[in-house]
DNA sequence: CCTTGAACCTCACGCGACGTGAGGTTGTAC
DNA sequence: GTACAACCTCACGTCGCGTGAGGTTCAAGG
């Protein structure tokens, strides 16, 4: 006698599988063992168990079971139609997997940079990502993420520190009703300038996506505070640059 | 008075979930209105909308909605550490797509190659695939690809169409009993060694993985009609070709 | 005041691929 | 006879909602 037929412990040790993911196979009639003791316990044949590496193998290219039941099932399947199908599936998975994992690393990236990682510092940095996804395009990004490569970490450090310390001078002058052609305000405003070009590195595209944003969503600049008053002021500051004195 | 709360229905519109997302995310505490109507109907207060808008970026990096909860439940968790935790299992699953997508790849190509495509071809090729990345090392794997596509799929056609030949006439002498040294079984045995290289390349790593699958799943040589009968015929003739006439 | 239709409410089942017990039977070795 | 492993069949839990069913409330028009 041929010891061929398996007990389902003795498949799933040998498959790897589990003895419930067998017999969830039986419940669903993916594979349903050709044959069974008299008491009821399972007994698989050769024949079953071709079927299930034709089952793993499938399963491994990423199909449902439902998928692989149909697949098995009919013989008259257009193999190459199947696959491309599965494969565009993976590729568009792929894509988002690598979207994601940038995500991740980039905003990683950021809290190594700036120490003080308080909750509201880590959400206000996801969020900002978020607007920046929304309102910039894939190719902005790159050339933004290049320009922050090319800066450095302490660099990058530093601007950030500046920007308050900026913000708050300028809120000075303004809230002292300082004229906005006036000496100070003047190096005030260039030194603001110079931060925004070290941003935007002077691309027309970005510098528009960034005002699309501040317009659409003025409560990011609001968090900084950057309220409209006072990015008025500074608008008129910037007048004066350009205007001769 | 503010107009500022909102109704689920508004709420769902704004941010783009679905009415039911707002009540399961409710059911399970993650987002509970901070108001109600008289009769029950739901509230949302800026402060929930502010709290939904980190409930949604922390899902837009990948976050389950229970590790959401617990993110924002504590005010001191390390921002850094969680989101490298969840980079490292992005990378992962990142790989193991990348693996997904180039196996559909491959299959697909494979398929696109050989025109006669029946359900079973298809499940060979599936499982073919499956032992080479059993059996061969990734840059084996790399080795292999680029020598196939030195070749082209025309030649790979015809090898593919020849083994099955010479297979059978091999066979043929073997039943007939015909000497491993004898002339006719030499010249098999040349082309045989011959088209074993244009696999191997001559790489001893790939040779060894070869003998190794052969040796471990016999029934992927016995599909193509090699049993061990005639391996051990080929091997003696091997054996012959390289002793002196 | 009444009606209509939109918007809201609360159950409660469904998916996909099993994990994880509970509680009972069978097989095998001593 | 008695352990103990291996098997059996329910049946509920997972995760993030979708999708009804069946009922109430709201806002506007007649």
Same mark, same amino acid.
């Given at each position: 006698m041929q010891h061929t037929e398996l007990k389902v412990g003795? !498949?799933?040790?040998?498959?790897?599988?589990?003895?419930?993911?067998? @017999? @969830?196979?039986?419940? =669903?009639?993916?594979?349903?063992? *050709?044959? @069974?003791t008299a008491s009821g316990h399972r007994l698989y044949t050769a024949a079953d168990i071709a079927r299930l590496s034709h089952i793993l193998s499938l399963k491994q290219l990423g199909f449902s079971l439902e998928e =692989?039941? &149909?697949? !098995?099932?009919?013989?008259?399947?257009?193999?190459?139609?199947?696959? %491309? !199908?599965?494969? #565009?599936?993976?590729?568009? #998975? !792929?894509?988002e997997q690598r979207q994601?994992?940038?995500?991740?690393?980039?905003?990683?990236?950021?809290?190594?940079?700036? %120490?003080?990682? *308080?909750?509201?510092d880590f959400l206000q940095t996801i969020e900002a990502m978020t607007m920046f996804?929304?309102?910039?395009?894939?190719?902005?990004?790159? %050339?933004?993420?290049?320009?922050? #490569?090319?800066?450095?970490?302490?660099?990058?450090? #530093?601007?950030?520190? %500046?920007?308050?310390?900026? =913000?708050?001078?300028?809120? &000075?002058q303004m809230e002292q009703?300082?004229?906005?052609? *006036?000496?100070?305000?003047?190096?005030?405003?260039?030194?603001?300038? &110079?931060l925004v070009r070290a941003f935007t590195g002077g691309n027309p595209? =970005?510098?528009? *996506?960034?005002q699309t944003l501040h317009q659409q969503e003025p409560q990011v600049a609001q968090r900084q505070g950057r309220d409209p008053k006072l990015m008025e002021y500074v608008g008129r500051a910037m007048a004066c640059l350009d205007a001769p004195k």
């Amino acid at each position: 006698m041929q010891h061929t037929e398996l007990k389902v412990g003795e !498949l799933a040790r040998r498959t790897g599988l589990s003895i419930r993911a067998l @017999h @969830h196979y039986d419940e =669903i009639g993916l594979l349903k063992p *050709s044959a @069974h003791t008299a008491s009821g316990h399972r007994l698989y044949t050769a024949a079953d168990i071709a079927r299930l590496s034709h089952i793993l193998s499938l399963k491994q290219l990423g199909f449902s079971l439902e998928e =692989i039941s &149909e697949t !098995l099932g009919r013989a008259d399947f257009s193999a190459l139609r199947v696959v %491309e !199908l599965r494969l #565009q599936r993976a590729r568009e #998975q !792929l894509a988002e997997q690598r979207q994601l994992c940038d995500r991740l690393d980039s905003l990683a990236r950021q809290l190594r940079a700036a %120490e003080p990682v *308080s909750a509201d510092d880590f959400l206000q940095t996801i969020e900002a990502m978020t607007m920046f996804e929304k309102y910039y395009t894939p190719e902005q990004l790159k %050339e933004l993420e290049a320009r922050r #490569q090319a800066m450095g970490d302490e660099n990058i450090k #530093q601007v950030e520190a %500046e920007w308050p310390r900026l =913000i708050a001078s300028m809120r &000075e002058q303004m809230e002292q009703g300082a004229d906005p052609a *006036s000496e100070p305000v003047r190096a005030l405003a260039t030194r603001w300038r &110079e931060l925004v070009r070290a941003f935007t590195g002077g691309n027309p595209g =970005i510098e528009k *996506s960034l005002q699309t944003l501040h317009q659409q969503e003025p409560q990011v600049a609001q968090r900084q505070g950057r309220d409209p008053k006072l990015m008025e002021y500074v608008g008129r500051a910037m007048a004066c640059l350009d205007a001769p004195k």
